[in-house]
């Protein structure tokens, strides 16, 4: 459809037509939407999670099932578009791979976070990923240390503190546990974008996700185990696991990267948002979750600071 409608704009450029930069503005706007319908479906998932969680599946079960009917719907997306896959590629294979074992640990950890803690804490500190972005950049040499990158990420970890309420001896929202595993939720996304990344020349977006979706069910299907795999097939939990992987990985990611076509850096680190306030919203109406004030104010100071250095980052790159 994306495809159609640029060939649309192109041909009223050619013909000098003012029509070109009024549709270019719609998709923009529509591209938009996408993406902040992705951002809403990856926060609902958490609370999804959340419930299936409560009525006592395992987080690994939960993440397999996410990411296989993920699978399923990526397939079908490859299936219908096969130009251009880049399956041939060695390149395309190991690095989507990498990417797999990174949105294999996002989903698990994010999910083990929530189970030790809440969807509200768990979402902000998995939103803390472009800080472990910057970090692996650093080393790596691919980016520069500058203070307001320094400061930013001090911001972030006071953010952080707030909202752990790490100074509160014991306070009982969320464990070390939680932490920790939140905090790896965010790493294990930075692994996921680097290896995107670096497979995105190589092939197509939907032969990237199929690969890095395969690879996640290989590596989950041992710890979730065979036969609570199956178990939940003559659950009365199967709609939500479906709903789960329909709306955290098979529509949300095609959403995402179709969306991202006509959608400038800085305004999808914007809508981004989207996903923790979702998941913030959904913790504390549907599962009485309650934040305090000084965790609220860390939400709101790491939500702040990473979007702005996203912002940053994308303008930076643009110029």
């Not at 902040?36 to 009525?55: C, D, E, K």
């Not at 306070?171 to 790493?187: E, H, K, M, N, R």
Request: net charge negative; proline share 3%.
């Amino acid at each position: 459809m994306i495809e159609g409608l640029l060939n649309v704009t192109n041909i009223a450029a050619t013909d000098g037509i003012d029509f070109a930069e009024q549709e270019g503005a719609e998709m923009a706007s529509v591209s938009t939407a996408f993406v902040a319908l992705a951002a809403l479906f990856w926060g609902l998932s958490g609370g999804i999670a959340g419930i299936l969680m409560a009525n006592g599946w395992d987080a690994f079960v939960v993440s397999f099932y996410r990411g296989a009917i993920g699978l399923v719907f990526v397939l079908v997306w490859l299936m219908f578009r096969p130009h251009r896959s880049g399956l041939d590629s060695g390149r395309l294979w190991f690095w989507s791979a990498i990417a797999g074992l990174g949105v294999a640990g996002n989903f698990t950890f994010y999910f083990v976070s929530i189970a030790e803690g809440s969807v509200a804490v768990a979402a902000t500190l998995m939103y803390c990923a472009p800080v472990f972005v910057y970090f692996v950049s650093f080393a790596l040499k691919l980016e520069r240390p500058t203070p307001l990158k320094w400061a930013a990420i001090a911001m972030v970890v006071f953010g952080v503190m707030l909202l752990t309420r790490i100074f509160e001896i014991g306070a009982g929202d969320i464990t070390p546990i939680g932490v920790c595993a939140g905090l790896l939720s965010g790493l294990s996304y930075a692994v996921f974008i680097f290896g995107f990344k670096y497979a995105a020349p190589h092939g197509s977006p939907q032969a990237i996700l199929v690969i890095a979706f395969a690879a996640l069910v290989t590596i989950l299907i041992w710890p979730a185990g065979t036969d609570q795999a199956v178990a939940v097939l003559s659950s009365q939990g199967w709609p939500l696991f479906a709903t789960l992987g329909v709306l955290g990985a098979g529509l949300s990611f095609f959403f995402y990267v179709i969306g991202l076509n006509y959608t400038a850096p800085a305004v999808a680190s914007i809508v981004a948002m989207v996903e923790p306030v979702t998941a913030s919203l959904f913790s504390v109406v549907v599962l009485h979750e309650r934040l305090g004030g000084l965790q609220i104010f860390g939400m709101v100071l790491i939500l702040i600071t990473v979007t702005g250095l996203s912002i940053y980052s994308s303008h930076r790159w643009a110029s």
